[in-house]
């Protein structure tokens, strides 16, 4: 056998879990939920009634679906504020400014990571409880009335949010906290040397050299997020009040799940992939072009 | 040397490729354990704080006492839960064989999964003495809460609950209210009020779970009805005053509007005066205050009441005649006087058994008692037909939300609502 036939065989031979694994549980999947879209099943009925684009009229019809669309992009927004741009700070000042407790921070704010969402959410039901919750009867001490998250449009993302952050805060900390730790400590003294703001440091030499991860992060925190949120609404809310805390994926996950339908819950999800799929396009486009790669 | 180099990691990645296939690969069920015995599963909503030792405790006697059935009891969840994984396994062929199925998803478990229908299963696998199981057990009226229009019988009445409201007599006494003043939902109304006016606690909390029983019962009883002919018949003056009560009492304060979870911790904390959930609440209630007592929901001024009967039935859901005659023969052992009321004891539910009624059991639990004797006013847990009818409780959940949370007029929201169910229909 041909040297290169020989490099060949042995290269698909050490691919071949990956990619076996890729095309059983990603590709074949996906492919399986677009044509299950066009389908009226309930996943156990014998018989799968065609209705053609039927599933997707009925949710580009259906207002609730714009409500969870504005719900989706509030959930990024502030998910992007709490699990990237706060982290990202953290690792910066964990490294440069901070001399002291840098590895106690970083285990502290790491340890949320191994506990259950499903546990965190259970265990936040108690401490954010507006009525007897610890926190309500600390704020109640100095005369101010927690308002009933759960049941209020608008906070109750705030708060869903913030559960799910304290959970994958620390994981994004680490991550970013890596890249920051690969800027050259020589570059970052010399700018404080010239007493250079720490805010321009950060901005303007810290930013720009860890991109490559920054970025990475900035797409995982946005995908990663909207999955994290499911197990929060699920056990506190159930995507209520009215919809409120809902988001796409989670709205998928409802209708196929909760309702049984199938083929609505499979027309969200490509829904879903065809809206983020564009949108990391245009972020790939946009900003992508921008990172800075070191070789 | 170098050759092996070669072939021990390209012989790792070739069997991890070959396991990767394997791994979806589904276990088939065995019906017998290794030393032969028959081995059902058994799948109920008995957490560790709602009688779940309890179930294991029956169900350890039942292995124990005779050696050809083993029973594996595994709690799974909410009813919702349930049906989700009844619904998952289905998808890939198997089943458990015994589930206790929530009353609200009778309709779509009746048109979905594959079950026995009980008497077809007692006079299949019974012995002499449990041929006619069902009519020994049950009451005509208590069996037909498990019977579809078509005449089939789903599964056996096996927790049945009617609302109740759980009075915080501290409360009450501290408001300068008597619980004997409390006959009718405007009775209730008065009573919040005045506990928010002369207390710094809540009036009321209606439960707010995933489902739309409690709603059911403050509307229904006012002579409104969810369903008309099988189509959706929410939107009525009555129904609007009712939910208009409850409306009212929330925006200014006086009831609470929270999820059932933070409402529950609030009543059990001393924090309402009036709390509105199932009999079945009864045993955690009593057992973690010394405040409460109880009494039935109450109805309105000139309609009939109406009380849903919630809780569950198990339904038959085994494949093979083995495991079949095993349910069988387990099912005579839940439902024998003992091991029955051992379960209601713990839970709350109402036994539906003819044997309980007039037995000591009853006597010694009078809120049981007292649920029983208003099984008059019971009324099927309003179940939309087909299988829209868990979107269409869905839309009336939103509703319920809709006019509590942002203050929707009652008007609007149950117009709209009843409008999007029937267009489903």
Known sequence: MELNQREK??????????????????????????????????????????????????????????????????????????????????????????????????????????ISLIVGSVIFT?????????????????????????????????????????????????????????????????????????????????????????????????????????????????????????????????????????????????????????????????????????? | ????????????????????????????????????????????????????????????????????IVVKEKYIGEYQSIMQNLQADAAVGTSPDLVQIGWSYKEYFGNNFAYTDPNELFAEYGTEETKNFIDDTYAESVQALAVLDSGEMLGMPYGMSIPMLFLNTDIFAEAGIAVEDLVTWWDVDAAARTIAENTDKYGLYIGESNYVWEMQQLIESNGARYITDGICSIYSPESVEAMELYAGLVHDGSALHVVI?????????????????????????????????????????????????????????????????ATAEFLTWMLDAENMLQWNGVTGYIPPIKSAVGSEFMAENPVIQMAYDNLDSAVPWAAFPGNNGLQAEQILIAMRDEILSSGTPSEEAMKKAQEEINKMY
């Not at chain 1, 018989?47 to 019809?61: A, P, Q, R, S």
């Open chain 1, 9 to 114: 065989i042995k290269s698909i031979l050490f691919l071949s879990p990956a990619i076996i694994c890729f095309v059983v549980f990603l590709l074949i999947p996906m492919l399986y939920t677009v044509y299950l879209s066009f389908f009226d099943w309930n996943m156990i009925r014998p018989e799968m009634d065609f209705v053609g684009l039927d599933n997707y009229i009925k949710i580009f019809t259906d207002e609730t679906t714009y409500k969870v669309l504005r719900n989706t992009f509030s959930y990024i927004g502030i998910i992007l504020i709490t699990n990237f741009c706060i982290p990202f700070v953290f690792a910066f000042v964990c490294k440069f400014v901070l001399h002291k407790f840098a590895n106690f921070y970083k285990t502290t704010m790491f340890m949320p990571g191994f």
């Open chain 1, 126 to 295: 108690w401490i954010l409880n507006p009525i007897v919750g610890p926190v309500a009867l600390f704020l109640k001490e100095f005369g101010v009335k927690m308002p009933v998250w759960s049941t209020t449009e608008g906070l109750v993302i705030v708060v869903i949010s913030l559960i799910t952050s304290w959970k994958s805060f620390g994981y994004n900390f680490i991550m970013l906290y890596s890249a920051v730790s690969g800027v050259s400590g020589e570059v970052i003294e010399a700018a404080q040397l010239d007493n250079i703001p720490l805010r321009k440091i950060f901005l303007q030499i810290v930013a720009p050299m860890t991109g490559f991860t920054s970025f990475y992060m900035f797409v995982m925190t946005i995908i990663q997020g909207l999955t994290y949120v499911i197990s929060p609404i699920d056990v506190l809310t159930k995507g209520g009040p009215n919809y409120g805390s809902s988001n796409i994926v989670y709205a998928a996950y409802f209708k196929a799940f909760y309702m049984f339908d199938t083929g609505g819950a499979a027309a969200m999800a490509v829904i879903t992939l065809v809206i983020f799929g564009f949108g990391l396009f245009l972020l790939n486009e946009v900003v992508g072009k921008l990172v800075y790669y070191e070789n």
């Open chain 2, 1 to 68: 040397m170098k050759i092996m180099k070669q072939i021990v990691p390209m012989a790792m990645a070739a069997v991890l490729a070959f396991g990767a296939t394997g791994c979806g690969t589904t276990a088939s069920s065995s019906t017998t354990t290794a030393d032969g015995k028959v081995e059902i599963e058994y799948w109920h909503i008995n957490s560790e704080s709602f009688a779940g030792p309890t179930v294991t405790d029956i169900v350890k006697r039942f292995n124990e006492s005779q050696d050809e």
């Open chain 2, 261 to 325: 979870e933070e409402g529950r911790q609030a009543y059990l904390a001393g924090e309402v005066g009036i709390y509105m959930d199932s009999v079945a609440y009864t045993n955690i209630t009593t057992t973690t205050t010394d405040f409460t007592e109880i009494m039935v929901a109450p109805g309105w001024e000139d309609e009939e009441l109406q009380l849903p009967i919630g809780g569950n039935f198990l339904a038959v859901t085994s494949s093979t005649d083995e495991k079949k005659a």
